[in-house]
T-cell receptor
Framework: NAGVMQNPRHLVRRRGQEARLRCSPM?????VYWYRQLPEEGLKFMVY????????ESGMPKERFSAEFPKEGPSILRIQQVVRGDSAAYFC????????????FGSGTRLTVV | GDSVTQMEGPVTLSEEAFLTINCTYT??????LFWYVQYPGEGLQLLLK?????DKGSNKGFEATYRKETTSFHLEKGSVQVSDSAVYFC??????????FGAGTTVTVRA
């Protein structure tokens, strides 16, 4: 029973390119959450999705960032026209129910913008 | 808004030493409190939790007590092992899905 799978583990992008981060939730989990950890800071909530729906995107920057969780396939966090300030670790978590006690986290994607 | 402040690291200890990591919080309601641990190369794992004042969470020899009067949730372990080397995150939730995290404390235990 694989855990939450995130890929790639490390991603390097030049300024202005697009970054796509993938998250496959645990089997049977239909709730997905994305968090971002900037250097020297704690994880910050970005977005909460269920299959085909964005439930709460209050933590997403207003521009360049988008997230989806399609009916089939992984959840995708997409960052367009990346800038150096986007360099961070991006963590995905999934849960069976809408419940912080039941979160399972992935190992994260480390994005470096050069 | 909600926030969590935890002790800055890194912390380096010898095996069998006592570990304490301070965590204080600010929240408008009555949040649930958590400690997560991240071992090298892995995702965050829930270590323990407490859902109301005076609750004590415990797991793997670690303990933390929810102190409403001091808005604190300090993590303690009486005798650490090399395998406890990890990054520890304090977190809170005052709704049913969103977590607010501290910056993390890196702990290194030397044999």
């Amino acid at each position: 029973n694989a855990g939450v799978m995130q890929n790639p583990r490390h991603l390097v992008r030049r300024r202005g390119q697009e970054a796509r981060l993938r998250c496959s939730p645990m089997k049977g989990h239909s709730h997905v959450y994305w968090y971002r950890q900037l250097p020297e800071e704690g994880l910050k909530f970005m977005v909460y999705l269920q299959k085909e729906n964005i439930i709460d995107e209050s933590g997403m920057p207003k521009e360049r960032f988008s997230a989806e969780f399609p009916k089939e396939g992984p959840s995708i966090l997409r960052i367009q026209q990346v800038v150096r300030g986007d360099s961070a670790a991006y963590f995905c978590a999934s849960s069976l129910d809408r419940d912080p006690y039941g979160y399972t986290f992935g190992s994260g994607t480390r994005l470096t913008v050069v | 808004g909600d926030s969590v402040t935890q002790m800055e690291g890194p912390v380096t200890l010898s095996e069998e030493a006592f570990l304490t990591i301070n965590c204080t919080y600010t929240a408008t309601g009555y949040p649930s409190l958590f400690w997560y641990v991240q071992y090298p190369g892995e995702g965050l794992q829930l270590l323990l939790k407490a859902t109301k004042a005076d609750d004590k969470g415990s797991n793997k020899g670690f303990e933390a007590t929810y102190r409403k009067e001091t808005t604190s949730f300090h993590l303690e372990k009486g005798s650490v092992q090399v395998s406890d080397s990890a990054v520890y995150f304090c977190a809170l939730s005052d709704n049913d899905y969103k977590l607010s995290f501290g910056a993390g404390t890196t702990v290194t235990v030397r044999a």
